[in-house]
């Protein structure tokens, strides 16, 4: 069964990062508001782990996004149509994706 996880407490953050260390890749896709902005605001990241567990970060609470960027740069990501979301990640976190693939390319 899937299991979908909602992140918006530092505890449930640092239950993310111990996932995200242990795996090889993770998928990733953003949801920002774009309309009537200069700059998107972001919104929800999503993140699932390769094992199938799925993670929406919401990205208006108060959480530091920084080290997510950091860690992620150390992973395989999975994007579908990515050029938006590594662009806004890049913005938010500082994500500098090493390996990346992008099921739409």
């Given at each position: 069964?899937?299991?979908?996880?909602?992140?918006?407490?530092?505890?449930?953050?640092?239950?993310?990062?111990?996932?995200?260390?242990?795996?090889?890749?993770?998928?990733?896709?953003?949801?920002?508001?774009?309309?009537?902005?200069?700059?998107?605001?972001?919104?929800?990241?999503?993140?699932?782990?390769?094992?199938?567990?799925?993670?929406?970060?919401?990205?208006?609470?108060?959480?530091?996004?920084?080290?997510?960027g950091?860690?992620?740069?150390?992973?395989?990501?999975?994007?579908?149509?990515?050029?938006?979301?590594?662009?806004?990640?890049?913005?938010e976190?500082?994500?500098?994706?090493?390996?990346?693939?992008?099921?739409?390319?």
């Amino acid at each position: 069964m899937l299991q979908i996880h909602i992140v918006k407490h530092p505890h449930q953050f640092d239950y993310l990062f111990q996932q995200i260390k242990s795996a090889t890749f993770v998928a990733i896709d953003t949801e920002f508001h774009s309309e009537n902005r200069f700059r998107p605001e972001l919104m929800l990241i999503q993140i699932c782990v390769q094992r199938g567990e799925v993670f929406l970060v919401d990205a208006l609470s108060n959480l530091n996004l920084d080290p997510l960027g950091k860690l992620l740069s150390q992973k395989t990501i999975i994007t579908h149509g990515g050029r938006e979301d590594y662009r806004i990640l890049y913005r938010e976190t500082g994500l500098r994706a090493a390996r990346a693939y992008d099921t739409q390319i």
